[in-house]
């Protein structure tokens, strides 16, 4: 849902009950706390029932009780400090359960990604950026890490790559400066989402450049300025950023464009090939 959580229960805060009201009230305050509670667990905090919980969840409009839950820790994920991550991250797991926890959400983010993510989008932002006379990348953040990744990749496919590397706002609209409708700009956000992404990606927009957004929800800043919006699940509200399922959507971006430029790829990497024997790149195998 695009409208704010907070916004939409206090909007609709005199049509509930009494039960809901309680729940309305206690989500208010403590939504941090109540977006990791079942219902039933929500429902014995504040003294109501679990079915009125769920009643609760669909006089909001969501479709049950875990859309609410996705809400709440939507809404966690964009507002919590480092310190609340790990203040989260330590009621919900013991130190002898972090592996199998981490990696089992990690793997439930890509799967949810790949069911969820519409393949003519995808396909659609492969030829924008196949098609683009420039392609600038853009991550703040723990997202610098995918932007310069699929940089990387892409400048061995594409002839005009431009990761733009920069803190300064000031610096970042000077590197775009020329970028127009014959260009396409990659970003990536997660929360909590970069200002910088958003000033971005809504510059790009507002000159006609084509916007591929990397994000985790239609309701992240930068998806409202996006023509092709790549949806990636990063549930995890720990001090890290859950980023498997982006990277795996750049994992398909360089190989589907790739093939797209199959014949120039070809010659560009048995090149590169060349140059890397040449200068010893690369460590041969049972060399010292």
């Known amino acids: 849902m695009k409208v704010n959580l907070i916004t939409l229960?206090?909007?609709?805060?005199?049509?509930?009950?009494?039960?809901?009201?309680?729940?309305?009230r206690y989500i208010l305050e403590h939504y941090d706390a109540a977006a990791f509670m079942t219902a039933n667990k929500l429902g014995e905090a504040v003294g109501v029932s679990e079915s009125t919980v769920v009643r609760f969840a669909t006089e909001l409009q969501?479709?049950?009780?875990?859309?609410?839950q996705r809400a709440m820790q939507e809404l966690v994920r964009s507002k919590l400090t480092s310190v609340?991550?790990?203040?989260?991250?330590?009621?919900?797991?013991?130190?002898?359960?972090?592996?199998?926890?981490?990696?089992?959400?990690?793997?439930?983010?890509?799967?949810q990604t790949l069911e969820e993510l519409p393949q003519d989008v995808f396909y659609q932002a492969v030829d924008a950026i196949v098609g683009a006379r420039r392609v600038y990348i853009f991550g703040a953040g723990s997202c610098r890490a995918l932007a310069n990744f699929l940089a990387y990749y892409l400048k061995m496919l594409l002839v005009d790559i431009h990761l733009i590397y920069t803190n300064s706002e000031t610096e970042i609209f000077e590197e775009m400066l020329h970028i127009d409708e014959s260009d396409a700009i990659i970003g990536f956000s997660f929360p909590r989402y970069s200002s910088k992404a958003v000033k971005a990606m809504h510059f790009a927009h507002s000159r006609h450049a084509k916007v591929i957004a990397i994000t985790d929800s239609p309701a992240?800043?930068?998806?409202?300025?996006?023509?092709?919006?790549?949806?990636?699940?990063?549930?995890?509200?720990?001090?890290?950023?859950?980023?498997v399922a982006p990277l795996s959507i750049i994992n398909a971006l360089i190989v589907a464009a790739s093939l797209k430029k199959m014949d120039g790829v070809t010659q560009t990497l048995g090149e590169l090939e060349d140059l890397w024997e040449k200068y010893e790149v690369y460590q041969k195998f049972g060399e010292e």
């Open 62 to 68: 969501f479709d049950g009780y875990p859309r609410l």
């Open 220 to 243: 992240s800043p930068i998806a409202e300025q996006a023509s092709y919006l790549l949806l990636a699940h990063s549930d995890m509200a720990t001090i890290v950023d859950s980023l």
């Open 9 to 24: 229960i206090t909007e609709k805060m005199p049509t509930f009950s009494k039960g809901q009201k309680r729940i309305a």
């Open 84 to 111: 609340q991550r790990i203040e989260v991250t330590r009621a919900r797991m013991r130190d002898d359960e972090v592996l199998d926890n981490i990696m089992a959400c990690d793997i439930a983010n890509i799967r």
